[in-house]
């Protein structure tokens, strides 16, 4: 497997992050951006903590927190060209990155590989909305 890590948001990585994140089958309905201008304002606002994320020193996608609606929520998007095992081990680098718990994620109904990897860094199904899926990390028993 490739080295993956996660890193803040640098300008010099906007337009790689922007590529992965359009290139993205992922279907995570807070990640949608029609244009680099949307992308920006998104990753510029103070409630986004973003990350890109690196594979063997390439940008190939995307992590982020933020605050919904008074909930922290977690999002995801990776270049199809990243690794298999890269999406899971950054979901895996970012809610060890997030503390906050319980944390959500929310997903389109048909995005199967993002409720796959949801699954197995132990995401419940929370409720469904529509057309998505809001899953649960909750808080753990110490």
Same mark, same amino acid.
């Given at each position: 497997m490739?080295?993956i890590? %996660?890193r ?5 990585d906007? &337009? =790689?992050?922007f590529r +992965?994140?359009s290139?993205s *089958?992922s ?7 029609d244009?680099?201008?949307a992308?920006?304002r ?9 990350h890109?994320i ?11 927190a933020l605050?919904?609606?008074g909930?922290r929520?977690?999002l %995801?998007a ?6 298999? &095992? =890269?999406?899971?081990? +950054?979901l895996?680098l970012? *809610?060890?990155?997030?503390a ?6 929310c ?19 929370h ?5 998505d899926?809001v899953?649960v990390?909750?808080p753990t028993?110490?």
């Amino acid at each position: 497997m490739p080295h993956i890590e %996660l890193r803040a948001l640098q300008d010099d990585d906007r &337009d =790689a992050a922007f590529r +992965a994140v359009s290139a993205s *089958t992922s279907a995570w309905p807070r990640a949608a951006f029609d244009d680099r201008a949307a992308f920006d304002r998104w990753s510029d606002d103070a409630k986004v903590d973003a990350h890109v994320i690196v594979e063997d020193d390439a940008v190939v996608g995307l992590a982020a927190a933020l605050d919904v609606d008074g909930e922290r929520e977690i999002l %995801l998007a990776i270049s199809p060209s990243a690794h298999d &095992d =890269a999406p899971t081990e +950054a979901l895996r680098l970012l *809610t060890s990155h997030e503390a906050e718990r319980p944390l959500y994620a929310c997903v389109s109904v048909d995005d199967q590989p993002s409720h796959a990897v949801l699954a197995r860094i132990g995401f419940v199904e929370h409720e469904r909305d529509g057309d998505d899926v809001v899953y649960v990390l909750p808080p753990t028993l110490e």
